[in-house]
């Protein structure tokens, strides 16, 4: 039998923005303001820590503890001078000489392709919300369950040492498949599965439920990954007709901010799977768009577009705020996301676990 390879208990060393542990498990009630009653009512609401308060917007405090907005918006403020005070969050204003040694802190998790990690610099970036979009079957889902392995490898082999949270919104999640994806990757496959927090997201509420959970469940399992698979679907499915559309857009816009600031708060790296639909209109290029319009495009900081090209899958890099647009080759196969035999490769295929 090959040699596996050890996942620990990875809430060790998967402390978030270096070892700040003190950030990390301060409580509402040590900032200043906020008495016995609010942190009541703040903790009732799932809102433990000063960073579960900083990960939340001003309205959604509001609406947690029924006060105003004025006050929410001070102690939302509160919060985040706090993490800045504690060196956890920069200052408002910042050199780009220091916003540059941070960006060169930030980790990332390998997808187990060698070019799809190209296009993406290194892989899938913690503090940011990465989205993949793509017709059915082009490979979304089969890249999560490539990276909730892949985020439990050492560092060594693409990946962080720590677990994964995945929110199924599609009844897609397939532990069998995670067992498949551990064998063919040498990992012990009863760990890896140990190692994935699956939420199940009956509704758009419920889903939205499970995000203002998250916190928790991050804190408490060391988690570096968060999965939203799909981060549209109920909404789409929910919101039918042109007269709920703002409704929609909306709750979606919501939701994806919700993911933006867990990613930068938690220091975990977000995927989001997105579908398309047909886009008439378009009469260059292909034609089809991803479903959610601007909201989840304007939101997610890398958008990455499959599509299905015979056995071959090619993946773009679509919306990136230093990635040129260009485009990689990859494939599923056992491993989950591998990279296509040498020939019709981008890229010379090397060998990696
Ligand atoms: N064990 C496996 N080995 C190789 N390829 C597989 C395996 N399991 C699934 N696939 C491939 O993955 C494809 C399905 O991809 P996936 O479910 O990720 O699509 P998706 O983009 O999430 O689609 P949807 O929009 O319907 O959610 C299958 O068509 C098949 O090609
Ligand atoms: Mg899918």
Known sequence: MSKKEVVSDASDD????????????????????IGPVMKTKLNTAGIVTVMDLASKSPNEIADAVGSDLQRATEISEKAREKLVELNYLGDNFVSATEIYKR????????????????????????????????????GKTQICHSL????????????????????????????????????????????????????????????????????????ENGVRLVIVDSAVAHYRAEFLGRGTLSERQQRLNKFMHSLVRAAEIYNVAVVATNQVQASPDTYFGDPTRATGGHVVAHTSTYRIYIRKAGKNRIARMVDSPYHAEREVLFVLDEKGVDDPAEEGSSTPKRKQS
């Open 14 to 33: 998967a402390v978030p923005h270096g070892s700040n542990n003190i950030a990390m498990y301060l409580e509402v009630e040590e900032l200043e303001g």
């Open 148 to 219: 909730c392995v892949k985020v439990q490898q050492s560092k060594e082999l693409g990946g962080l040492h720590a677990k994964a949270i995945y929110i199924d919104t599609e009844n897609t999640f397939r532990p069998e498949r995670i067992v498949g994806i551990a064998e063919a990757r040498n990992c012990d496959p009863d760990a890896i599965l140990d190692g994935i927090i699956v939420a199940k997201a009956y509704n758009s509420s419920h889903q939205e439920l499970i995000m203002s959970e998250l916190g928790k469940q991050v804190r």
């Open 103 to 138: 960006r060169m802190a930030i980790e990332r998790v390998s997808t187990g392709s060698r070019n799809l990690d190209d296009l993406l610099s290194g892989g899938i970036e913690s503090q940011a919300v990465t989205e993949f979009y793509g017709e059915f079957g082009c």
